[in-house]
């Protein structure tokens, strides 16, 4: 099976730093995205991690460890358009391919 | 590249109708996903298609949804009859292939279905 937690809401004042978690547990893991989606729109990729250690991206970066199981989304510099969902997906190995599972998502919410 | 197509965009039926949904995915991509998404809550991976084989079904309730993707290029997902706890955005995915190391999933805009 596979668990994958995340907070189900954060919010945060523009311009600031705002870190998204996600947990997960999970046999085969081979890789893990983090996907951004705003009201009515369909998820958009942000990130990949495969090995441990921070991916920087611009204003986004994210890290990962695979020993804790553990991996957060880093939002610099917020601007109010970065209000949207947040999905944490992980990717694991199975005996059919690479199946990708979500979390239920971080609702972040951008303030002035 | 155009971008992963999905119709109608928006479908309201009663229960115990049927309804039908279509896909197009980014040209060249192997791999096509139907992911089912209720308000408030993640994706959930209805099934998986690698060209016109079924990767995974897993979690495809067999009894009234069926997919097929004939030609390994478009596909269509169906449900028959509705259920009220089918309401949900239904979203297609692609992206090229089981083996890329990377590759994200491509998703298209949905298609949200009201069932009442």
């Known amino acids: 099976g596979q668990n994958i937690d995340q907070p189900t809401e954060m919010t945060a004042t523009e311009g600031a730093i705002v870190q998204i978690n996600c947990t997960y547990q999970?046999?085969?893991?081979?890789?893990l995205f983090w996907y951004q989606q705003h009201a009515g729109e369909a998820p958009t990729f942000l990130s990949y991690n495969v090995l441990d250690g921070l991916e920087e991206k611009g204003r986004f970066s994210s890290f990962l460890s695979r020993s804790k199981g553990y991996s957060y989304l880093l939002l610099k510099e917020l601007q109010m358009k970065d209000s949207a969902s947040y999905l944490c997906?992980?990717?694991?190995?199975?005996?059919?391919?690479?199946?990708?599972?979500f979390g239920t998502g971080t609702q972040l919410k951008v303030e002035l | 590249e155009a971008g992963v197509a999905q119709s109608p965009r928006y479908k309201i039926i009663e229960k115990r109708q049927s309804v039908a949904f279509w896909c197009n995915p980014i040209s060249g991509h192997a791999t096509l996903y139907w992911y089912q998404q209720i308000l408030g809550q993640g994706p959930k991976l209805l099934i998986q298609?690698?060209?016109?084989?079924?990767?995974?079904d897993s979690q495809l309730p067999k009894d009234r949804f069926s997919a097929e993707r004939l030609k390994g290029v478009d596909s269509t997902l169906k449900i028959q009859p509705a259920k009220l706890e089918d309401s949900a955005v239904y979203l297609c995915a692609s992206n090229r292939g089981l083996s890329s190391y990377n590759s994200p999933l491509h998703f298209g805009n949905g298609t949200r279905l009201t069932v009442t």
């Open positions: 298609f690698q060209n016109n084989g079924v990767v995974d």
């Open positions: 999970t046999s085969g893991f081979n890789g």
């Open positions: 997906a992980v990717r694991r190995l199975t005996g059919g391919g690479n199946k990708l599972t």
